[in-house]
């Protein structure tokens, strides 16, 4: 029972890379499960801010061990760059990133079809970040995609089958220019080169470390109301963002599973188009973006802000089995005198007392106004030091979520965040 996840409980970027670099300082292995080059997980430690996309974000720890899942979809040149950005950084990699032979791999087309897409989607736009992904994702289920154990057995004859469709598409659904197979060839062998060594079974490697003895913690990309069957359909990311992902994700037993930690903020963001009940909108949302600094790391784009959506997280709770709750960003919320919470939705005539599958556009929230601190707390590393307010903010929302929360997070560096 060694095994911990770590998932969104919101529409992604509640910061969950800053607290899986925070747990893995007593982690062996850390994994991505799901989602691509279109994560953004931000980590400040030792002074030094990093971005990463694909590589787990506890590489920055000297001894652990980071594996991309057989559900990740893996962009070779986002891979290679993240590599070689960190060798640069004199971060060692070598026997450290390891990738599984199962996954699939991002190729030029996805781009360009996600890219086009959604350049010609009118109202109907996801806001994708134009990485590919569901487009990947699609061909996966298609049983046509490129996987990176192909990379090593009848590339050239997978990869024209595969070509020979796209190009199909390109040219007649699209009226885009075709591929040329023999540039995709040549760039694919010269990944299949650099990442040979990395190659691994990976659900036979967890086992193994498992019953040796080894901690593993699974990171969560995106989060649980932007999971293809869970959330806010379709405006969504194409994998099972959560718990379940994890699983299939990796090839680990549901058996090893010992915590299932879900990543909040203390408000709510996101990025992208689709429904946002507690959404705050014009000034005041401008006010709570510049305070959170709420712009995405992958796409820079601005992110939507609002209120804290209780049975948004009530619905992570049930979907992923969550242990615990970790709070991020409070701090943000030290400049308001009084601060909604959304405990509950109308919609139209009806109350709604759970998180809906359809109509979240017409769900007005239910709020309760808590009062606010008015006090800077980024300094404070302690529950007994945190200002009576902010404490029972805290309480509160553990209360109605009926989830225990168990670290809050009071700024960007490893040092601002603590357990209760
Ligand atoms: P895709 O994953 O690029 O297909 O985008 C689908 C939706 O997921 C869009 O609303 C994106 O903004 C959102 N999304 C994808 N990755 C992230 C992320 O890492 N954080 C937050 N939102 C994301």
């Given at each position: 029972?060694?095994v911990?996840?770590a998932?969104g409980a ?9 607290i899986?670099d925070?747990?893995?300082e007593?982690?062996d ?6 989602g ?12 030094k801010?990093?971005?990463f ?19 990740v ?13 960190l ?15 199962a ?14 897409k959604e ?15 569901g487009?990947?994702?699609?061909d996966?289920?298609?049983?046509i995609g ?7 057995h ?9 070509i ?5 598409e390109?040219e ?11 540039k ?6 010269k990944f ?8 691994i079974?990976?659900s ?8 040796q003895?080894?901690t ?41 599973i010992?915590?299932?930690?879900g ?19 014009g000034?005041?949302?401008k ?8 712009y ?14 209780v049975?948004?997280?009530?619905h992570?709770g049930?979907?992923?089995?969550l ?18 919470v ?10 709604l007392?759970?998180f ?10 239910i ?5 606010g ?5 980024s300094?404070?590393t302690?529950?007994?030091d ?35």
């Amino acid at each position: 029972m060694s095994v911990t996840i770590a998932v969104g409980a919101q529409w992604g970027d509640e910061g969950k890379a800053k607290i899986i670099d925070y747990l893995s300082e007593n982690i062996d292995i850390i994994a991505r499960y799901q989602g691509g080059a279109n994560a953004g997980h931000t980590v400040v430690a030792n002074g030094k801010k990093f971005i990463f996309h694909l590589i787990p974000s506890g590489i920055l720890y000297p001894r652990t061990i980071c594996i991309l899942g057989n559900g990740v979809v893996i962009d070779p040149q986002a891979l290679i760059n993240e590599i070689e950005k960190l060798k640069q950084e004199n971060i060692e990699v070598q026997n450290r990133i390891f990738i599984s032979e199962a996954s699939h791999i991002v190729l030029p087309f996805h781009k360009i079809i996600d890219e086009h897409k959604e350049n010609f989607a009118g109202k109907n736009k996801i806001g994708t970040t134009k990485r590919g992904i569901g487009i990947c994702y699609a061909d996966k289920m298609l049983r046509i995609g490129l996987r990176i154990g192909d990379l090593y057995h009848k590339l050239e004859e997978k990869l024209n089958h595969f070509i020979e469709i796209k190009n199909k598409e390109l040219e007649i659904l699209y009226n885009l220019a075709k591929l040329e197979p023999q540039k995709v060839l040549e760039d694919l062998k010269k990944f299949a080169e650099y990442i040979q060594p990395m190659v691994i079974n990976s659900s036979l490697f967890f086992e193994k470390q498992l019953k040796q003895g080894k901690t593993i913690l699974l990171e969560g990309a995106q989060g649980t109301a932007l999971d293809i069957d869970h959330g806010t359909y379709p405006f969504v990311t194409s994998s099972n963002t959560t718990t379940g992902g994890a699983l299939t994700g990796t090839g680990i037993s549901y058996r090893y599973i010992q915590n299932v930690f879900g990543v909040c903020k203390a408000y709510v963001t996101r990025v992208g188009e689709g429904p946002f009940p507690t959404e705050i909108f014009g000034e005041e949302g401008k006010e709570m973006r510049n305070l959170g600094n709420e712009y995405g790391a992958t796409t820079g784009r601005p992110r939507r802000c609002g209120w804290f959506d209780v049975e948004l997280i009530k619905h992570a709770g049930r979907i992923n089995g969550l242990t615990g709750l970790v709070l991020t960003k409070i701090d943000v919320l030290s400049k308001y005198k009084t601060i909604p919470v959304s405990i509950g939705y109308q919609r139209n005539q009806q109350k709604l007392d759970y998180f809906p599958s359809y109509g979240w556009e017409d769900c007005k929230p239910i709020y309760e106004f808590l009062p606010g601190w008015e006090t800077d707390i980024s300094h404070i590393t302690r529950w007994k030091d945190l200002p009576e307010n902010c404490k029972n903010y805290i309480e509160k929302i553990q209360e109605w979520t009926e989830i225990p929360i168990k670290y809050v997070s009071v700024g960007p560096t490893r040092e601002q965040t603590f357990a209760l």
